[in-house]
C-alpha cells in the first residue's frame, strides 16, 4: 500500500526557518511530480511548489525566493525548506506525488496525511 508520510511542521518565530519532509513508502515502480500545497482556515488549498523528476521546479507567487523544493529520487522523498517565513505562512501543509505502485495500471495521485506549520509574529 502506498503512502506519504509528512514531518517538520511546528511552531516558530517569524523569519525563522524550517523543513518539511514527505516519504513516499509502500510497493513503488515510479515517482513522477511531487509537490507542496497548503490550507489555511478559511481559505482554499493552494499549490506552493511542485518539482518534475528531472528537478524542474515551479513556485507560488506568494513564495517565491523564501521556499526551496527539492526531491531525492533515491529515497523516494520531497523537501520544502522554508525561510523568512510570515505569519501568514501559516498552514497545514500537504505534500503529494503521482505514484506508479508496483502491478497497478496507471500513475495515481497520493495525498499526505498534512503537517501544521504556525508562525508567530
Known amino acids: 500500500q502506498v503512502q506519504l508520510v509528512e514531518s517538520g511542521g511546528g511552531l516558530v518565530q517569524a523569519g525563522r526557518s524550517l523543513t518539511l519532509s514527505c516519504r513516499a513508502s509502500?510497493?513503488?515502480?515510479?515517482?513522477?511530480?511531487m509537490g507542496w500545497y497548503r490550507q489555511a482556515p478559511g481559505k482554499q488549498r493552494e499549490l506552493v511548489a511542485s518539482?518534475?523528476?528531472?528537478?524542474?521546479?515551479n513556485y507560488a507567487d506568494s513564495v517565491k525566493g523564501r521556499f526551496t523544493i527539492s526531491r531525492d529520487n533515491a529515497l523516494n522523498t520531497v523537501y520544502l525548506q522554508m525561510n523568512s517565513l510570515k505569519p501568514e505562512d501559516t498552514a497545514v501543509y500537504y505534500c503529494n506525488a503521482d505514484i506508479l505502485g508496483a502491478g497497478a495500471a496507471r500513475y495515481i495521485h497520493y495525498w499526505g496525511q498534512g503537517t501544521q506549520v504556525t508562525v508567530s509574529s
Open positions: 518539482i518534475t523528476v528531472g528537478g524542474s521546479t
Open positions: 509502500g510497493f513503488i515502480f515510479s515517482i513522477n511530480g
